[in-house]
């Protein structure tokens, strides 16, 4: 009878041991499609090293449903996006203070186009861009060139400007050199500087705003030792 209490001990011991221990699981989600969320995909697996109290799992979705469900608590977080245009419509998500990616826009033509600076340049020419790109295929309709050709898929535009069809395409500067590798494309180039150029941040649900300090801390490291340099440069050399 006397063994009781110490079992007891025991069993409470572990529990609140278990309870310590326990990782936090945070499943985060893009709408970004390969080759940005596999640089995303390789930037959270280092985050998930760092930070032994969390596992962090990571998914493709459809760019809309990834911020809707992320919003509604359903999944815990999106990566990544531009916060004073996201958190106007959804107000449950708030950014990690540390950008770890910026998007470019760039303007692809074949290596005897003249540069392009600025989107104003391509009024007399023949443009194209991609459905879903949003920034960019605004910014070309602003601008109401000569010709607008918006299609469904990077490689489409890239087909078009092989074969002379149109003279600048603007389209995500890492989602350009996939569709050229892909397509096996010679001739064709990204104009530097990109005509847009914008850091994007992880946006947790405020359910997690405690981990955000150690997020920052986490993503200010990887930085400053290299670590998103190096797995950048790696993604470049891989397209």
């Not at 640089?39 to 979705?61: A, C, G």
């Not at 910014?139 to 149109?166: C, S, Y």
């Amino acid at each position: 009878m006397k063994i009781k209490p110490y079992i007891s001990i025991i069993f409470l011991f572990f529990i609140f041991s278990f309870q310590a221990t326990a990782e936090t699981k945070l499943h985060i989600t893009t709408g970004f499609t390969p080759p940005v969320s596999d640089f995303y995909r390789n930037i959270l697996k280092e985050v998930d090293k760092r930070m032994p109290e969390l596992s962090i799992s990571f998914e493709v979705l459809p760019a809309e449903r990834s911020l809707i469900l992320s919003n509604q608590g359903v999944n815990d977080g999106e990566c990544c996006r531009i916060p004073l245009i996201i958190t106007r419509q959804y107000k449950n998500l708030i950014p990690v203070n540390h950008s770890f990616f910026s998007a470019r826009f760039s303007a692809f033509a074949k290596k005897n186009r003249k540069p392009i600076e600025k989107f104003s340049e391509l009024k007399p020419y023949s443009v194209g861009s991609v459905e879903g790109w949003k920034i960019a295929v605004n910014k070309v309709k602003e601008v109401e060139p000569a010709e607008t050709h918006i299609v469904t898929t990077p490689e489409q535009m890239f087909q078009m400007l092989d074969k002379d069809r149109i003279d600048y395409g603007i389209v995500g500067y890492l989602s350009g050199l996939k569709s050229i590798s892909n397509l096996k494309i010679k001739g064709i180039r990204a104009i530097d500087p990109p005509l847009i150029e914008k850091p994007l941040y992880i946006m947790l649900h405020i359910k997690h705003k405690n981990l955000i300090p150690e997020f920052n801390k986490v993503i200010l490291n990887m930085k400053n030792d290299g670590t998103i340099n190096l797995l950048y440069n790696q993604l470049l050399k891989s397209l």
